[in-house]
C-alpha cells in the first residue's frame, strides 16, 4: 500500500513549478509506483492562459476549485471550467488552459511521468525514453 499526504508532498521535490509561471503541480503517483497512471495535484495560478498539447500522453482533469476555460484548437470549441468540471484529452487534443480563477486540478496521466516532467517547445511531456535520449 501507498499512503502519501498532499501537504507533506508540497514541501518535497514531488513539488514542480511551471517555468512559465502558469502552474505547480505536486506528483502524489508517478511511474516508479508501478500503477501504470500518475497523479498530480496541479493548481493553475489566476490568470493563466497557455497552450498545451499531450501527444505522449492521454490526461484526465477533474477541477476541485476555481473557474476558467479549456479551448480546442482543433475546432476552437470552448468548454467553461469549474468546480467538478471534468475533461478528458483522449484523442492528445492540442489546447489552451485559462484560468479566470486559481484552480485545483486532480490530473491523472497515461502512461504515467516520472516526476520532473514540465512542458516542451510543443506543450507536451517527453516521454521516458525521449528524456534520457536528449541527456
Same mark, same amino acid.
Given at each position: 500500500?501507498?499512503? #502519501? ?7 518535497? &521535490? #514531488?513539488?514542480?513549478?511551471? !517555468? ?19 497523479? +498530480? ?11 498545451? +498539447? ?22 476552437? *470549441? %470552448?468548454? $467553461?471550467? *469549474? &468546480?467538478?468540471? =471534468?475533461? =478528458?484529452?483522449? %484523442?492528445?487534443? %492540442? +489546447? ?7 484552480? %485545483? ?5 497515461? !502512461? $504515467? ?5 514540465? +512542458? ?12 534520457? &535520449?536528449?541527456?
Amino acid at each position: 500500500m501507498i499512503v #502519501r499526504n498532499l501537504q507533506d508532498a508540497e514541501k518535497s &521535490s #514531488r513539488r514542480v513549478e511551471d !517555468p512559465g509561471g502558469n502552474w505547480n503541480s505536486v506528483r502524489l503517483l508517478l511511474k516508479d509506483d508501478n500503477m501504470g497512471f500518475s497523479f +498530480h495535484i496541479t493548481t493553475i495560478y489566476e490568470g493563466a492562459d497557455f497552450q498545451m +498539447h499531450y501527444q505522449n500522453h492521454l490526461e484526465s482533469v477533474y477541477c476541485i476549485s476555481g473557474e476558467g476555460e479549456v479551448e480546442t484548437l482543433q475546432d476552437g *470549441k %470552448k468548454y $467553461p471550467i *469549474k &468546480s467538478g468540471s =471534468i475533461y =478528458i484529452l483522449d %484523442k492528445n487534443d %492540442k +489546447h489552451i488552459l485559462r484560468a479566470f480563477k486559481e484552480m %485545483k486540478m486532480a490530473c491523472v496521466f497515461n !502512461p $504515467p511521468v516520472t516526476g520532473n516532467e514540465v +512542458h516542451n517547445a510543443a506543450g507536451a511531456y517527453e516521454l521516458e525514453s525521449e528524456e534520457v &535520449s536528449k541527456a
